[in-house]
């Protein structure tokens, strides 16, 4: 019997993209084959986001596109959390599964299409599949959050937080670097948090306990020989003693913190973890230990109650931390969130625009200021895309996808995945340029 064909659709946040590769490797372990188009295919999984009303509109869009190239779709992923949104638009989908919601996602498909009777399980790589390139991958540890920030219904969506064992962690990292990955992502909602619900519980790892805790897995993840990078860390004390391993070269000297604001007013009406008090003093005290630190960063203007004052110490707060990155949204009024709710007056769109315009350029100016300190330096450089002897990398400073590129020429031909030294002849306001002297 031929293997049902599955097409997958995977839209949201690296941390939808971290389920879905999960779902796609419970499939091929079942003999699943993946379809590279919906035409043809005996059924179309669409792995949704819900967060943003953009993000909201993006997924009807593919579960409509979806239904009228091939007509037989399940819906999975945090707008799943709201079945009714998609019922209403879409009453035809045969299926509808909340986030990390795996068991249901491959019930629902097992009686959508069964599975061939001999599945070839060896097929499968040992790592999983990955729909990130070979050589990065993201590791997810937790899943869901404890914090209540008034803009925000993940925790609605995903719950409160669940951290992963940190034995299990480290294992999938291990498997990921023996299979070629040469930079390891660490995602969650709350990274820092890592281990808090389960007491930071301790697994064997190599012959010792290692507790499920920041600072540990930082550690051992450092021990794996290759590049470890993190995403969405709150500036909890205890961060600071995770720098001194980035000064060592252990893991990345990088590190995203979603600052969302930095007037105390905004961020005590947002409901921030951490939030940016004395965090550029903080900033500057961890550069002193890790001099060349990257800070990325998230924010958002427009919050209701933002004032002009307000917004102007947020842009001066940037010069002041020197953000190496940052992404910039305009709020918008997440139905079912809290800040709808707080009775604060709302922020016309024009002064949102103008707000949104006026930190892009701030902070153009504050990345080509950072960016130009590395002109003249070798760096080394990871290879995102090659092209014979030219091609498109990344510094340790830059996450794939999100941040700047190098953009490289070499004497000798480029591989995806190989690290080179450049050296930086030239930089504007995101990305840099140079010469592979390796
Ligand atoms: S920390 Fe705040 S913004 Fe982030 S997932 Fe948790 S509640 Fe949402």
Redesign the pocket.
């Known amino acids: 019997m031929a293997s049902p064909r599955i097409s997958f659709v995977s839209l949201g946040c690296p941390k939808a993209l971290v389920d879905s590769e999960r779902i796609l490797t419970r499939l091929r372990a079942e003999g699943y084959e993946i379809s590279r188009k919906h035409d043809g295919a005996d059924l179309v999984v669409v792995n949704t986001c819900g967060f943003l009303d953009s993000a909201r509109d993006e997924s009807l869009n593919a579960i409509g596109s979806a239904l009228s190239e091939n007509g037989r779709v399940i819906v999975t992923g945090c707008l799943g959390a709201e079945p009714e949104v998609i019922r209403q638009k879409h009453p035809n989908v045969l299926a509808i599964t909340g986030p990390q919601a795996y068991e249901s996602v491959m019930a629902a498909v097992h009686k959508a299409a069964p599975p061939a009777a001999d599945p070839f399980i060896d097929l499968m790589p040992p790592q999983g599949i990955k729909l990130t390139p070979r050589h990065y991958a993201y590791l997810k540890i937790s899943e869901g959050?404890n914090?209540?920030?008034t803009f925000?219904i993940?925790?609605a969506l995903r719950g409160d937080l669940v951290s992963r064992p940190v034995g299990d962690v480290l294992r999938e990292a291990e498997k990921l670097v023996e299979s070629g990955v040469k930079e390891v992502l660490v995602i969650s909602?709350?990274t820092s948090a890592y281990g808090v619900d389960i007491k930071y519980q301790t697994s064997m790892w190599r012959e010792r306990e290692v507790r499920a805790k920041f600072l540990d897995l930082s550690r051992e993840l450092g021990e794996l020989g290759v590049w470890v990078r993190m995403h969405y860390v709150y500036p909890y004390p205890h961060v600071d003693d995770v720098i001194p391993l980035m000064a060592d070269g252990k893991i990345l000297p990088y590190l995203d913190i979603p600052f969302q604001h930095a007037s105390p007013g905004v961020l005590k009406n947002m409901r921030r973890?951490a939030h940016a008090e004395k965090a550029a003093e903080r900033i500057r005290r961890w550069r002193e230990i890790c001099p060349d630190l990257a800070v990325r960063s998230t924010f958002i203007v427009g919050f209701p109650g933002e004032t002009d004052e307000d917004f102007e110490m947020l842009l001066d707060w940037l010069d002041e931390a020197k953000i190496d990155r940052a992404g910039c949204f305009k709020y918008e009024p997440v139905k079912g969130a809290r800040s709808n709710d707080l009775g604060l007056p709302e922020v016309p769109q024009e002064v949102k625009e103008q707000r949104w315009h006026r930190f892009m350029q701030r902070q153009q100016k504050v990345s080509a200021l950072q960016l130009k300190k590395r002109v003249g330096k070798r760096i080394p450089v990871i290879i995102d895309e090659a092209n014979g002897t030219s091609g498109k990398g990344r510094t340790k400073y830059d996450a794939p996808e999100i941040d700047g590129s190098v953009h490289l020429t070499s004497r000798r031909p480029l591989r995806v995945g190989d690290i080179v030294t450049v050296k930086i002849d030239r930089s504007d306001a995101y990305d840099l340029y140079g010469e592979s002297v390796s």
């Open positions: 959050c914090n209540r920030c925000c993940i925790p909602q709350d973890p």
